[in-house]
């Protein structure tokens, strides 16, 4: 074999071995800082349904900020609703497992939230927490259970969360 064959050979195959080594590192799926729920436009959130959101909180270094979201049909119902209660189960990547309570509301102002109005849809994110620190970087698996019984869901069409990663 001549010399520039054997050349032509190993740099073919130190291309292939390049490649097979760092291909599959530029083709992991991007961070998945925010996830959200459409509910039957109709029928709204029926009770005792659970809504399952799953964020990537991967940084453990930085603070981050949650947010949640609410998208909800204006009708007559609406009008004497001012918040949706909810219970929050926070699944760690590990299994470790988290309950809180929080209330979204049908209406918000700046700064309390982001509001926004149109074609008979209200839209809603409001910020759940700020300042946290993660100590189990993954896939976050956040389950969202109506609170109160007795109250109406069956407006909301949308729930979502988003994860605002610190700098």
């Known amino acids: 074999m001549s010399f520039k064959r054997k050349n032509r050979r190993l740099a073919c195959l130190l291309a292939g071995i390049a490649a097979y080594v760092f291909l599959p590192a530029s083709c992991r799926e991007p961070v998945k800082n925010y ?11 029926e ?4 809504v399952r959101l ?33 219970t929050l189960v926070f699944t760690s990547p590990g299994g470790t497992v988290y309950r809180d309570t929080f209330s979204l509301p049908s209406y918000t102002e700046p700064p309390a939230g982001n509001y926004q109005s149109r074609h008979g849809v209200r839209e809603i994110e409001r910020l759940y927490r700020g300042g946290i620190r993660n100590r189990e970087g993954g896939i976050w698996q956040i389950d969202l ?18 994860c605002k990663q610190g700098k």
């Open 145 to 162: 259970l109506q609170r109160d019984p007795a109250l109406y869901y069956g407006n909301i069409s949308g729930v979502g969360v988003y």
């Open 35 to 45: 996830d959200f729920v459409y509910l039957d436009p109709l029928q709204g959130w």
């Open 54 to 86: 799953q964020v990537d909180m991967k940084d453990t270094l930085n603070e981050c900020e949650l947010y949640f979201s609410l998208r909800l049909r204006e009708n007559s119902r609406l009008n004497d609703i001012s918040r949706y209660p909810l």
């Open 47 to 50: 009770k005792d349904f659970p």
